[in-house]
């Protein structure tokens, strides 16, 4: 039987065989993904990503799927019902700022912009290639001070490297894995 050669953080538990398979570093340029990328990323500050993936569907459900209209429309009551979720990370300032996101995207779409014109910006439009797997890059760092300027929250420089790699703006499938050659093609 031949052994599926991926990244080696992916080996480490079975949940991340699906996730490194079907979505970690293949390009996305959905907006409602895109959110839903940046939220998990968001959430996960502090933890570790087995955490947010096995809270991923509770996330999905408290935050109905990602739907930026009804996520921007949550108010303070809806703050304090997913403070008693356990099903998602119970962190008041992230839950905050999944909303706060979600209004600035919306404000975008409003005026005729998109959240994932924006972040495909950063890299002209093409996914980056990398392979190194560093915590934090330059493109990051300005990525971050660019968010923060228009008002997005959580999403400082190893966060949106994280996103990069997970939306895949970025190709960080080190070269032994099966997908680095499969984006990248």
């Known amino acids: 039987m031949t052994r599926i050669m991926r990244c080696d953080w992916a080996n480490s538990h079975e949940l991340f065989y699906d996730y490194h398979d079907k979505e970690w570093g293949i390009p996305e340029y959905n907006d409602q993904k895109l959110f ?8 996960q500050s502090g933890l570790s990503w087995l955490t947010i993936l096995k809270k991923r569907s509770g996330y999905r459900k408290a935050f109905l799927d990602f739907d930026i209209q009804t996520v921007a429309s ?20 992230k839950i905050e700022s999944t909303i706060n996101n979600a209004k600035i995207i919306l404000s975008m779409q409003s005026n005729g912009q998109s959240f994932s014109k924006l972040v495909w910006s950063y890299v002209n439009g093409t996914p980056m290639r990398d392979g190194t797997q560093p915590s934090k890059t330059a493109l990051s760092d300005k990525m971050s001070k660019e968010l923060k300027k228009l008002g997005f929250k959580f999403v400082g420089s190893t966060t949106c490297y994280s996103f990069l790699q997970a939306a895949g703006l970025v190709n960080d499938h080190q070269p032994h894995c099966f997908m680095c050659k499969d984006i990248s093609e």
């Open 74 to 93: 949550f108010g303070q009551d809806k703050v304090e019902a997913l403070l008693l979720n356990a099903e998602i990370v119970r962190h008041r300032q």
């Open 36 to 43: 839903e990328i940046l939220t998990l990323e968001s959430a």
